[in-house]
């Protein structure tokens, strides 16, 4: 028999002898990740050219959006929806990456339809919460920072998650490059006892301040309130429908 001469100590025949992750890649391993999760600190900060804003009300929650899609100082689009319904009581807003959040989106839809299905019941926003910072700590769906509200049985909530999978409940929130003008508005203008009436007005009031300042927002504004009734969803061109 003739010797083998070649050293296949690196090949693929000792690829299999190795503890290898059958079901992967885990969260964190997609390629890269951590390359693209460092764009989001220091002077890699990421862009999210746009304006989302969150508000807990006593009887929901009041999410609200810009319509302008941009690319890089270009105006791509002027009429978006950055707010959808991915829960029977429960929506999300986007900012960032387009493909990668009508993933995220489509993922969610399914997790829940899922989670409904095997259990009987909705999912509650905490473990909703729980599920969308996962996602986005797999790397899978970089570069998107959402808004997650929603009613369940233990009432209203609103969660802030940045891009690596951080989630914090809050009373009001925002994100994108809008941001630091709308949260003055929500600032002045929230207080513990808002009704969904006066938030939808503080939303706009957000929104309308970002818009005024901000390139990458505009063109309009859609709106989500969520309540024990279901998600709604109604898109305005003009501000003073709402004010």
Known sequence: MRTPTGDLSDGPAADLGRDQPVFGPELGEFEHSERRAAKAEGDGEMKTGTTTVGIKADEGVVMATDMRASL???????????????????????????????????????????YEARRGKDMSMEALSTLTGNLLRSGAFFVVQPILGGVDDEGAHIYSIDALGGTTEEEYTVTGSGSQYALGVLEQEYDDEVSIDEAKTIAAKAIQSAVERDLASGNGINVAVVTEDGVDITRYKEFDDLL
């Open 72 to 114: 890089g100082g270009m105006v791509s689009s002027k009429d978006v929806q950055k707010v959808e319904e991915i829960h029977p009581r429960g929506a999300l807003t986007i900012a960032g990456s387009v493909s990668a959040a009508q993933n995220l989106i489509s993922t969610l839809r399914a997790e829940t339809s899922l």
